[in-house]
Nanobody, 118 residues
Framework: DVQLVESGGGSVPPGGSLRLSCAAA????????MGWFRQAPGKEREGVAA???????YYADSVKGRFTISKDYANNTLYLQMNSLKPEDTAMYYC?????????????WGQGTQVTVS
């Protein structure tokens, strides 16, 4: 099982930026697709951004043009650059393995990293 550890969250004002990181203890395959998810209080967890082994990316409509997902294979790390943050982006953010082209996850979740925009 791939262990995932998220970091980089924090509290920023609207319009600010944050860069989240997800360290994979065992990045088993370059072909793995991975994604970022978030869960706000009282809401269901939702997909934010995902990336395939070939670099193909897809995003939730709510973050298109503001968030950028990327992977560093050498360091087994997934990133989420978040710009122009809005209060509605406030949530716990998680990374996960996903079935490529979908928001369907498999494997373990990390502990998450909190993002607060206010």
């Amino acid at each position: 099982d791939v262990q995932l550890v998220e970091s980089g969250g924090g509290s920023v004002p609207p319009g600010g930026s944050l860069r989240l990181s997800c360290a994979a203890a065992a990045y088993s395959s370059k072909s793995n697709c991975m994604g970022w998810f978030r869960q706000a209080p009282g809401k269901e967890r939702e997909g934010v951004a995902a990336i395939g082994g070939d670099g193909t990316t897809y995003y939730a409509d709510s973050v298109k043009g503001r968030f950028t997902i990327s992977k560093d294979y050498a360091n087994n790390t997934l990133y989420l650059q978040m710009n122009s943050l809005k209060p509605e982006d406030t949530a716990m953010y998680y990374c996960a393995l996903v079935t490529c082209g979908t928001w369907r996850t498999f494997g373990s979740w990390g502990q998450g990293t909190q993002v607060t925009v206010s």
